[in-house]
T-cell receptor, first 116, second 114 residues
Framework: DSGVTQTPKHLITATGQRVTLRCSPRSGDLSVYWYQQSLDQGLQFLIQYYNGEERAKGNILERFSAQQFPDLHSELNLSSLELGDSALYFC???????????????FGEGSWLTVV | AQSVAQPEDQVNVAEGNPLTVKCTYSVSGNPYLFWYVQYPNRGLQFLLKYITGDNLVKGSYGFEAEFNKSQTSFHLKKPSALVSDSALYFCAVRDSHGNNRLAFGKGNQVVVIP
């Protein structure tokens, strides 16, 4: 158990809908990351937050947004869903978001999203 | 940009034989290298990392990895594979020049044959 908790584990929704994925980082971790895993794209970095502020942005679509709350949990909002958004979405956390350092990033079990 | 390459799609090995999963990297500065394993329908589990120091890094479940700067490689190894080691293995890199995200390879499916 990595200590990173994600909900829901599975989600099936229709095209055009909006969903919210929730993540609780490991106790004491300030940095939260979101990754998307799909068969054709592999593991893609979406976005990172550090202590409530956006720190880095990757291949995140404009239809997607995220935030980190004062209690450090994070939410990933996916809207106007398309079939191609079906994927496994991982949340991960690390102790800091320092630019220099070898902090280990620990991953949650993921949220399986199926868009039908 | 930082990147890693895992040249093989699948690695088949007999139980009890040595297991090697290959990874090469490309970064602009000093590399921070990681290996993760993903079991079916599970999340990514951290195995080990190289930051600095000894080129041979020991990790979880009997795995180790060897950092080779001249060959820009970070191969994962296990002296004696178990059937339970069958999983998807990912190499990842983070560089030291301000980019703190991990870039992952495509992953290697390891199949340990009883």
């Amino acid at each position: 158990d990595s200590g990173v908790t994600q909900t829901p584990k599975h989600l099936i929704t229709a095209t055009g809908q909006r969903v919210t994925l929730r993540c609780s980082p490991r106790s004491g971790d300030l940095s939260v990351y979101w990754y998307q895993q799909s068969l054709d794209q592999g593991l893609q970095f979406l976005i990172q937050y550090y202590n409530g502020e956006e720190r880095a942005k990757g291949n995140i679509l404009e239809r997607f947004s995220a935030q980190q709350f004062p209690d450090l949990h994070s939410e990933l909002n996916l809207s106007s869903l398309e079939l191609g958004d079906s994927a496994l979405y991982f949340c991960a956390s690390s102790a800091s978001g320092d630019r220099v350092g070898g902090n280990t990033i620990y991953f949650g079990e993921g949220s399986w999203l199926t868009v039908v | 940009a930082q990147s890693v390459a895992q040249p093989e799609d699948q690695v088949n090995v007999a139980e009890g034989n040595p297991l090697t999963v290959k990874c090469t990297y490309s970064v602009s500065g000093n590399p921070y290298l990681f290996w993760y394993v993903q079991y079916p329908n599970r999340g990514l589990q951290f195995l080990l990392k190289y930051i600095t120091g000894d080129n041979l890094v020991k990790g979880s479940y009997g795995f180790e990895a060897e950092f080779n700067k001249s060959q820009t490689s970070f191969h994962l190894k296990k002296p004696s594979a178990l059937v339970s080691d069958s999983a998807l293995y990912f190499c990842a890199v983070r560089d030291s020049h301000g980019n703190n995200r991990l870039a992952f390879g495509k992953g290697n499916q390891v199949v340990v044959i009883p």
